[in-house]
Nanobody
Framework: QVQLVESGGGLGQAGGSLTLSCVASGSIVSISAMRWYRQAPGKQRELVATVNADGTASYADSVKGRFIMSRDKGRNAAYLAMDSLKPEDTAVYYC???????????????WGQGTQVTVSS
């Protein structure tokens, strides 16, 4: 069983900063990627940032230059440092893990419960 626990969401101001954390636990054998998604009210869930196993990161155009995603391999953790926040960043942010576990040798997706980020203007 794999669990993802997110933290760090809350209320931020436009132009301000917030940092989200995600810690994965369970019978993880190897991690292919960790990602952050977000879903605003009435909108589809969108991919925000990805860090692959080799450490390469990629970002949605809407957050490029403002958000930085990093990983702590030793802790199976991922972080999303969000700077220059905009009201349109308001959404529930979800951590996603693509990994092999002791139960399933093929790659599977695992999701956190989500953390609310609200940016006021």
């Amino acid at each position: 069983q794999v669990q993802l626990v997110e933290s760090g969401g809350g209320l931020g101001q436009a132009g301000g900063s917030l940092t989200l954390s995600c810690v994965a636990s369970g019978s993880i054998v190897s991690i292919s990627a960790m990602r952050w998604y977000r879903q605003a009210p009435g909108k589809q869930r969108e991919l925000v940032a990805t860090v692959n196993a080799d450490g390469t990161a990629s970002y949605a155009d809407s957050v490029k230059g403002r958000f930085i995603m990093s990983r702590d391999k030793g802790r199976n953790a991922a972080y999303l440092a969000m700077d220059s926040l905009k009201p349109e960043d308001t959404a529930v942010y979800y951590c996603n893990l693509v990994a092999r576990t002791m139960t399933y040798n093929n790659l599977n997706n695992y999701w956190g419960q989500g953390t609310q980020v609200t940016v006021s203007s």
